[in-house]
């Protein structure tokens, strides 16, 4: 399986007026663009080190084929997390055509730490075509279209290593520590 961010967001996680805010910059103080530079990395990093998505981005994901139910395991297919919405399932069929997998078909799930489909109870997944790249899912992922929507905790690390790049304090905290905000975010499995 393979998953590559096709849209990015449109919006930073964290405003430039709250970064701002963060360091006690002002807006005229020519900092905008090194701080939406830093405000970038640090989503990613912040992106990275949980499995969330920020802010409302599109997704593609594309596997060799539908996976099958075996050991009692789900035939699930993981989405970015948290998805908000699949626009299209598109597969080969066992003659070489592409087919579009009808709305009805699946269910999305979205758990505290993962996001996937699945077929509906009692159903399971067509078969596709033995090749690369079979099967191709369309989607969107993220906690919204604008900042205030970015979990709290991620809101706060990104701040405050803000405030460590731009204006460490006396008694700074440790990475470690500011890490440890991010552990409720964190998606495992």
Request: with cysteine; glycine share 6%.
């Amino acid at each position: 399986m393979t998953a590559v961010c096709t849209t990015p967001p449109a919006v930073l996680a964290v405003s430039l007026d709250d970064a701002r805010e963060k360091i006690r910059a002002a807006e005229d103080d020519g900092l905008d663009n090194q701080l939406t530079l830093s405000l970038q990395g640090l989503v990613g990093e912040v992106e990275h080190a949980t499995g969330h998505c920020l802010m409302e981005q599109g997704w593609t994901v594309t596997l060799d084929a539908f996976p099958v139910a075996c050991a009692g395991a789900e035939p699930i297919i993981r989405l970015p997390h948290p998805v908000l919405a699949v626009q299209s399932v598109t597969y080969i069929d066992q003659a070489g055509i592409e087919q579009t997998l009808a709305g009805t078909a699946y269910e999305i799930v979205e758990e505290r730490y993962r996001s996937f489909f699945a077929p509906k109870p009692g159903t399971v997944w067509p078969p596709t075509m033995s090749r690369r790249r079979a099967v191709k899912v369309q989607c969107t992922a993220g906690h919204g279209s604008d900042a205030s929507k970015t979990p709290a905790p991620a809101r706060q690390y990104i701040l405050a290593r803000l405030e460590l790049e731009y204006c460490p304090p006396l008694r700074a905290p440790t990475l470690e520590q500011l890490d440890g905000l991010l552990a409720p975010l964190k998606v495992y499995g």
